[in-house]
């Protein structure tokens, strides 16, 4: 049974499975930021949960095929290094999955915040897909609509 799991769960349907799971999260982020299913399942640990152990089973699967994380800390000796990198499948997805949670975390956090402030969530919408596609933009723009519903600008809250 655990080679049938092995076989199908490669890094190509991985990938796949990753990309189709999250859009679920990111829906209810979007279309339904009050509902008890955003609580308990998307603004919870749940989503982060499920994704560390996407990323448990990956770096497993790497140590198994002999990937050298050493190599890893390469990524801060230039574009080069990194460009070399992702060049490998198993760096690559590792990545991907930690862009995915980063992402959603920032959703999640967006959605609960607006809340504290009672902002209107077709207002949010636009900084939630933003944010799912290219995070930072999305947290920017989140961030300059957030300061005219509390009224002040906070660079830490």
Known sequence: MITQIYTFFTLEMI???LNLGIL????VLIFFP???????????????????????YLLYIAYM???DFLQNFTLYFGLNEISYLFENQSFLIV????????????????VNDSQMFRMKKFLVALPL????????????????????YAKRISLYD
């Not at 009050?34 to 560390?52: A, D, E, G, W």
């Not at 990545?95 to 967006?110: E, K, S, Y």
């Not at 995070?135 to 005219?148: D, S």
């Open 15 to 17: 990938y796949l499975w």
């Open 24 to 27: 679920p999260f990111w829906f």
């Open 34 to 56: 009050q509902s008890r299913i955003c609580k308990v399942f998307i603004t919870s640990v749940f989503p982060l949960f499920i994704l560390s152990l996407a990323y448990s």
């Open 65 to 67: 095929n002999n990937y």
């Open 95 to 110: 990545f991907w999955v930690h862009f995915l949670a980063i992402n959603l975390f920032c959703g999640g956090w967006m």
């Open 129 to 148: 897909i933003i944010t799912y596609l290219i995070g930072p933009i999305g947290i920017v723009i989140y961030w300059i609509i957030r300061t005219f």
